[in-house]
């Protein structure tokens, strides 16, 4: 069991940029694929980014390639998603989710352990 803390959420202008992190103290947070999803109001949860345990293999949705991205500092036990280029349809809350297996598209049920979000709004 992993607890994730997200933070770096805010209202942002469109074209701004945000810097999302999630704290996952533990001493195997080196065993973790970790991933970021987001929420939109009304929609389901997506998956937006997964990084591998090493950092070296990373994918993203289509929406958010080539603006959003994801990396990982294991000194520090920390994964952040770079957003940079952000639109007003960025907005949703967005989590921060640990697991075992580097599959695309993401699956929630392959991540047990989540955090409980940060806010991301973009006004255009």
């Known amino acids: 069991q992993v607890h994730l803390a997200e933070s770096g959420g805010g209202s942002v202008q469109a074209g701004g940029s945000l810097r999302l992190s999630c704290a996952a103290p533990?001493?195997?947070?080196?065993?973790?694929?970790m991933a970021w999803f987001r929420q939109k109001p009304g929609e389901e949860r997506e998956g937006v980014a997964i990084?591998?345990?090493?950092?070296?293999?990373?994918d993203y949705i289509n929406s958010v390639k080539g603006r959003f991205t994801i990396s990982r500092d294991s000194n520090n036990n920390m994964v952040y998603l770079q957003m940079n280029s952000l639109k007003p349809e960025d907005t949703a809350m967005y989590y921060c989710?640990?697991?075992?297996?580097?599959?695309?598209?993401?699956?929630?049920?392959?991540?047990?352990?989540w955090g409980q979000g940060t806010q991301v709004t973009v006004s255009s």
């Open positions: 533990g001493y195997d947070f080196d065993t973790y694929i």
């Open positions: 989710a640990a697991g075992f297996r580097f599959v695309w598209p993401l699956r929630e049920t392959d991540f047990a352990n």
């Open positions: 990084i591998s345990t090493t950092g070296q293999f990373t």
